[in-house]
């Protein structure tokens, strides 16, 4: 069989369309070109029952029982601000307190540092050697004025999935709203915001072979029911809390993909875990006991991380010399840089104790639905000739 290249190796950054998805999509965007909030005829209804359908969909995925709690966005980074923002503006009365994680996305963390730029007071906590957050670092960080917890479900660089259950559990017995970035983790492994005490959940549909330009946030209607400030204003759509029109075509991809993902879901994960394995072991025998060589270090727990994630550091090596050595295969730094040529060490890699050598040799390894082992077999081949050629 002859290998389609470059392999695609890339996707916590994101996924290939799944040929259903586009098939889902494709009536929205030719013959049903409906807007969902135009209720005086039949291209209006039609939109809108798609839209419904999605929200439903969705819901089902993250076991909501009430499709309404799910707001239509235009992704996680929507999502992510409109949760810190409009909880921290709904009710000043009640505090100005945030909980977060070093390692969490940007998205979070800038969102942090805006609101401490107005008036708010943030708390990040530190992880483990293992990128782990510990509960009881948590339950300590509790104060007073503490008004929100955010605490990502799975990293998007190393993949360590967060113990999100324990955490929920504690911010319910405080009577604190429990925010999760789920981009990473929707569709690759079980989420429940009832059994893992969530109030407001961030998705998108890019990571799991939907279309980009899709996103939603679960915003629990009651025990508690969370109240938010909107970010935008304008026509009302998505109960007040996000107005514009509804991108139809992308909210009906999201709702397939994610319909897909709840079906799959088990199957996948196991799959994408030996492909992980075969990498992971193939790149070790590949680059142990040869002259002295450090062989690969592995980032982020070995066990508790998304079945296709696989972040490793290859020292000696930069990453930024790396990749361009292996350019039949779509690869990602682990280093947080804007271009190879202004690599920074990645902040995930130091929170975890890993040195600037570490981080900035990391490499993220994304697997995926459509990846095969003559890929893995492939990536392999080039990666260990191309670190032992430039150590």
Same mark, same amino acid.
């Given at each position: 069989?002859?290998?389609?290249?470059?392999?695609?190796?890339?996707?916590?950054?994101?996924?290939?369309?799944?040929?259903?998805?586009?098939?889902?999509?494709?009536?929205?965007?030719?013959?049903?070109?409906?807007?969902?909030?135009?209720?005086?005829?039949?291209?209006?209804?039609?939109?809108?029952?798609?839209?419904?359908?999605?929200?439903?969909?969705?819901?089902?995925?993250?076991?909501?029982?009430?499709?309404?709690?799910?707001?239509?966005?235009?992704?996680?980074?929507?999502?992510?601000?409109?949760?810190?923002?409009?909880?921290?503006?709904?009710?000043?009365?009640?505090?100005?307190?945030?909980?977060?994680?070093?390692?969490?996305?940007?998205?979070?963390?800038?969102?942090?540092?805006?609101?401490?730029?107005?008036?708010?007071?943030?708390?990040?906590?530190?992880?483990?050697?293992?990128?782990?957050?510990?509960?009881?670092?948590?339950?300590?960080?509790?104060?007073?004025?503490?008004?929100? %917890?955010?605490? *990502?479900?799975?990293?998007? &660089? $190393?993949?360590?999935?967060?113990?999100?259950? #324990?955490?929920? /559990?504690?911010? !319910?017995?405080?009577?604190?709203?429990?925010?999760?970035?789920?981009?990473?983790?929707?569709?690759?492994?079980?989420?429940?915001?009832?059994?893992?005490?969530?109030?407001?959940?961030?998705?998108?549909?890019?990571?799991?072979?939907?279309?980009?330009?899709?996103?939603?946030?679960?915003?629990?209607?009651?025990?508690?029911?969370?109240?938010?400030?909107?970010?935008?204003?304008?026509?009302?759509?998505?109960?007040?809390?996000?107005?514009?029109?509804?991108?139809?075509?992308? %909210?009906?991809? *999201?709702?397939?993909?994610? &319909? $897909?993902?709840?079906?799959?879901?088990?199957? #996948?994960?196991? /799959?994408?875990? !030996?492909?992980?394995?075969?990498?992971?072991?193939?790149?070790?025998?590949?680059?142990?006991?040869?002259?002295?060589?450090?062989?690969?270090?592995?980032?982020?727990?070995?066990?508790?991380?998304?079945?296709?994630?696989?972040?490793?550091?290859?020292?000696?090596?930069?990453?930024?010399?790396?990749?361009?050595?292996?350019?039949?295969?779509?690869?990602?730094?682990?280093?947080?840089?804007?271009?190879?040529?202004?690599?920074?060490?990645?902040?995930?890699?130091?929170?975890?104790?890993?040195?600037?050598?570490?981080?900035?040799?990391?490499?993220?390894?994304?697997?995926?639905?459509?990846?095969?082992?003559?890929?893995?077999?492939?990536?392999?081949?080039?990666?260990?000739?191309?670190?032992?050629?430039?150590?």
């Amino acid at each position: 069989m002859t290998l389609k290249l470059p392999i695609y190796l890339d996707h916590h950054a994101t996924t290939p369309l799944d040929p259903r998805v586009l098939e889902a999509m494709m009536p929205y965007l030719t013959t049903d070109f409906g807007n969902a909030s135009s209720a005086t005829h039949a291209y209006g209804w039609k939109a809108e029952a798609a839209v419904e359908l999605a929200r439903k969909q969705v819901a089902a995925l993250i076991g909501s029982k009430d499709p309404k709690e799910v707001i239509w966005t235009s992704g996680t980074t929507e999502s992510d601000n409109l949760a810190l923002i409009g909880v921290a503006r709904a009710d000043t009365s009640k505090g100005h307190h945030i909980i977060t994680c070093v390692t969490e996305h940007r998205s979070v963390l800038d969102t942090a540092r805006y609101l401490e730029g107005h008036g708010g007071r943030v708390t990040y906590l530190s992880v483990d050697a293992d990128g782990l957050v510990n509960p009881d670092d948590v339950r300590k960080a509790i104060a007073k004025d503490t008004i929100l %917890i955010s605490i *990502m479900a799975a990293n998007n &660089e $190393i993949g360590v999935i967060q113990p999100i259950g #324990e955490i929920g /559990r504690i911010a !319910k017995e405080a009577g604190i709203l429990f925010h999760v970035d789920a981009a990473q983790a929707c569709g690759k492994i079980p989420m429940d915001v009832e059994a893992m005490g969530i109030d407001l959940l961030a998705m998108s549909a890019h990571k799991v072979y939907g279309p980009k330009g899709a996103g939603a946030l679960y915003v629990r209607e009651r025990n508690p029911k969370v109240r938010l400030e909107p970010l935008f204003h304008g026509g009302g759509q998505e109960r007040g809390l996000r107005p514009g029109t509804l991108a139809v075509p992308n %909210i009906v991809g *999201m709702g397939k993909a994610f &319909e $897909i993902a709840g079906g799959e879901m088990e199957d #996948e994960a196991e /799959r994408l875990f !030996k492909l992980r394995q075969r990498l992971h072991e193939g790149l070790m025998k590949a680059l142990s006991g040869r002259g002295g060589v450090t062989p690969p270090l592995l980032n982020g727990h070995a066990t508790k991380r998304l079945p296709g994630n696989l972040s490793l550091s290859f020292l000696g090596v930069r990453s930024d010399a790396l990749i361009p050595q292996i350019r039949d295969v779509a690869l990602s730094s682990g280093s947080a840089c804007a271009s190879l040529e202004t690599a920074e060490p990645s902040y995930v890699i130091r929170a975890l104790g890993g040195d600037s050598e570490r981080a900035l040799s990391s490499i993220r390894f994304g697997i995926g639905r459509f990846n095969t082992e003559e890929e893995i077999d492939f990536t392999i081949q080039k990666v260990a000739v191309a670190v032992q050629s430039l150590r």
